[in-house]
């Protein structure tokens, strides 16, 4: 699976560690991370990430 990073600050969206602790468990690709889901460092919305 893929590695999303926010363009916004730089945080990687790795999809074996997921975001527990904000809903997003581990093992969870970009594409099923809920929609309403934001980056855990700066807020910026999904759409703002881009595949690394």
């Not at 893929?2 to 975001?19: A, H, L, M, Q």
């Not at 809903?23 to 759409?47: E, I, N, Q, Y």
């Given at each position: 699976?893929s590695k999303f ?9 790795d999809p074996d ?36």
């Amino acid at each position: 699976m893929s590695k999303f990073e926010c363009t916004v600050c730089g945080y990687i969206y790795d999809p074996d560690n997921g975001d527990p602790d904000n809903g997003v468990a581990p093992g969870t690709a970009f594409v099923d991370v809920p929609s309403d889901w934001v980056c855990p460092v700066c807020g910026a919305t999904k759409d703002l990430f881009e595949e690394i």
